[in-house]
């Protein structure tokens, strides 16, 4: 039982340092970063089949070849969006609005590789340092999932969990004196 209140804890935790790296992260390429307009020159939808056995949840996400100019040169890189995860059904289950809501990762990904076909162009942010590494994050929230919100909300569902536990715990041990 004990065990138990130790894994939420190590979960909690685990989750909110994983929002704070991630918030981190974020902030500086969002401040750091230029951004720039990008020709794409070919997308591809990704997906990772999960293994029967394993029991992991499909992935999907979109990498795209763009080309930049960055100081009167042109730059070329590969750009991804943010992996968005899915059950065997393809489907995402959230709450928006209080209401259940389903989204499907791979139609809404084709969409938007529909709306930006070879030759459109669209915002980038490159590094200043290394401007051939370039991002989508700060773009499109479609392929630039922020998953930090989530960590958060994972961190705070685990916590009250353990406080629960261990509460719960605390009054079975006093009613045991």
Not at 21 to 29: A, F, K, L, P, Y
Not at 111 to 126: D, F, K, N, V
Request: proline residues 6%; aromatic residues 10%.
């Amino acid at each position: 039982m004990i065990l138990f209140g130790i894994v939420t804890l190590i979960t909690a935790v685990s989750l909110a340092v994983q929002a704070v790296t991630e918030t981190r992260r974020r902030h500086d390429i969002l401040t750091n970063w230029p951004t720039t307009n990008a020709t794409i020159r070919r997308c591809d939808l990704r997906v990772h089949t999960p293994t029967i056995r394993r029991g992991d949840s499909y992935a999907y996400w979109v990498d795209c070849d763009v080309a930049y100019p960055v100081g009167g040169h042109d730059v070329t890189s590969q750009v991804s969006s943010s992996s968005i995860a899915a059950g065997r059904d393809g489907g995402v289950y959230t709450l928006h609005d209080w209401s259940l809501v389903i989204r499907y990762p791979q139609q809404e990904l084709r969409a938007w590789m529909q709306r930006h076909p070879p030759g459109s162009w669209l915002e980038i942010r490159y590094d200043p340092g290394a401007p051939a590494k370039a991002t989508f994050l700060g773009g499109d929230p479609l392929v630039d999932f922020d998953k930090v919100p989530g960590s958060l909300q994972g961190a705070a569902l685990f916590g009250m969990i353990t406080v629960g536990f261990w509460g719960f715990r605390a009054l079975l041990l006093r009613g045991r004196s």
